[in-house]
């Protein structure tokens, strides 16, 4: 009787471990799949980002390949008046005309926004700072600004907006003093839009009493950078 | 005749969970695969998307060549030259200045990283994290110590980079980056070192247990920007 009960268990025992070890396993695979299941990559988008991604893509393959179209046709132009220095050099400055445009070397115009921010004679009401400032100019190159410039101070690659005391504020080392005019060469709506409604800096800082306006002239004129640049510690 | 009623139960309850995992492991996997294979539309969509890519990239290739083909027809048609030298010369400095090259020299690397408190510990979990404005701060600190050439993350800052938010997420250059965040630039080290001063945006930040490391080094290499600037709207003025 003894014996029977004892084989009965050790065959229970066994089923048991059997059955926990399929469940582990099945455990295992489980959560593999879950860790594989990358919910950034493409296969896991919906229809509206797809949207989206695609035309993100289409624009950028069409920068692209616009791009790759001048290059070539500049390296034919190259090929082609070896001989010559007067044609040569009309390609260069062509070429140097382009990245001075990009570096803010040059005055540009075009079609874009203004906005201007004047000092209230409210003292309750919080006063404009740099921070105020380099908000509102990385919301502008967010919406694709191609130019912009504060007081007539041109925003370069390695411009600075920074409070110097309580009294003022410097760009590219320049002191600024308000009014504070700040210009923006782009797609108008564009521009205008990410600055307006809901969460908008430009909004958000009517609400506490600032004032602000923003302008849609036919055409914004922006002046070049005004001072030598100069690159000593990269190669 | 109780040890085996004990023994009974025991195996039931295994058997539940057992099919309770099994159950929840099918359903894991039905819906992966409706989100693959189900919507008709968004797999045609999804298929365009990589097309596009794939095109973006062999273009982008094409395009890199021919900009190495360029530069060298250019210095070919300049070289015995000193006035088209010089032009030249301006080009290529230019395009460092911008960001279309590559570009290398001493400076700083500033890392940034989520803080690694309980965020149950805190009343505003938010000031553990590093946000787009606490980016767009160092950055323009950076500039302001005289940095001549900054990427995060490998992203290269140009004249038309913008810093959004997007959730969880930062977006720089309209590529997506997360933490924790590499911001490497090149400059007078010392000067740039300034940065984690007292009374500086690091300590500031360090202030609220986000993770903030200032490294020099002689030798930092910044990648170019691995895209197009071209203007739409800005013309040259007299």
Not at chain 1, 100 to 127: A, F, H, P, S
Not at chain 1, 194 to 199: P, R, V, Y
Not at chain 2, 36 to 47: M, P, Q
């Amino acid at each position: 009787m003894k014996g029977k009960i004892k084989k009965g268990k050790v065959t229970m025992i066994i089923t048991a471990g059997i059955a926990c070890f399929v469940l582990a396993l099945v455990m295992t695979m489980q959560f593999k799949i879950v860790n594989e299941t990358d919910i950034t990559s493409i296969e896991n988008m919906r229809e509206a980002e797809l949207t989206t991604e695609l035309a993100n893509w289409k624009s950028k393959y069409e920068e692209t390949n616009q791009k790759y179209e001048e290059t070539v046709a500049k390296i034919e132009e190259y090929k082609q008046t070896k001989q010559s220095n007067e044609e040569t050099t009309k390609i260069l400055d062509e070429e140097l005309q382009q990245v001075n445009m990009i570096l803010g070397k040059t005055d540009v115009e075009g079609e874009g926004i203004e906005i201007t921010i004047r000092e209230t004679d409210n003292e309750e009401i919080e006063k404009v700072t740099a921070d105020d400032l380099l908000l509102i100019v990385n919301e502008l190159k967010n919406a694709g600004a191609e130019a912009i410039s504060i007081n007539d101070e041109r925003i370069i690659n390695m411009s600075d907006i920074v409070d110097i005391s309580a009294t003022f504020i410097k760009v590219n080392g320049q002191r600024i003093l308000a009014p504070y005019v700040i210009k923006a060469i782009g797609n108008p709506s564009y521009l205008e839009s990410a600055l307006t409604g809901n969460g908008g800096y430009v909004d958000e800082m009517k609400k506490i009493g600032q004032d602000v306006s923003i302008e849609k002239p036919n055409k914004v004129k922006i002046l070049k950078y005004n001072d030598e640049m100069k690159i000593k510690y990269m190669e | 005749m109780l040890n085996k009623k004990v023994i009974s139960a025991v195996l039931g309850i295994m058997c539940f969970a057992l099919t309770l995992g099994i159950c929840v492991q099918i359903r894991t996997v039905k819906g992966t695969n409706t989100t693959v294979s189900n919507n008709y539309e968004e797999n045609n969509l999804r298929a365009e998307v990589l097309r596009y890519k794939e095109r973006y990239d062999n273009k982008y290739k094409e395009l890199e060549k021919a900009e190495k083909e360029l530069e060298k027809e250019r210095q070919n048609s300049t070289k015995d030259n000193s006035a088209l030298e010089e032009k030249e010369a301006e080009i290529t400095v230019g395009n460092k200045m911008i960001g279309l090259t590559d570009v290398t020299g001493a400076g700083v690397i500033v890392t940034l990283s989520d803080s690694k408190k309980d965020s149950s510990s805190v009343l505003n979990p938010s000031t553990l994290l590093v946000h787009d404005v606490d980016i767009l701060s160092v950055v323009n600190e950076l500039k302001n110590a005289g940095a001549e050439a900054i990427s995060i993350n490998d992203q290269r800052i140009v004249p038309t980079t913008g810093i959004s938010c997007g959730g969880n997420i930062i977006d720089i250059n309209g590529e997506k980056v997360g933490a924790p965040f590499v911001i490497k630039e090149i400059g007078l080290p010392e000067q740039l070192a300034g940065l984690s001063r007292q009374g500086g945006y690091l300590e500031l930040l360090r202030g609220y247990s986000v993770e903030a490391e200032l490294k020099k080094s002689n030798n930092i290499t910044i990648p170019k920007y691995t895209g197009v600037i071209t203007y739409k709207y800005a013309q040259e003025s007299n």
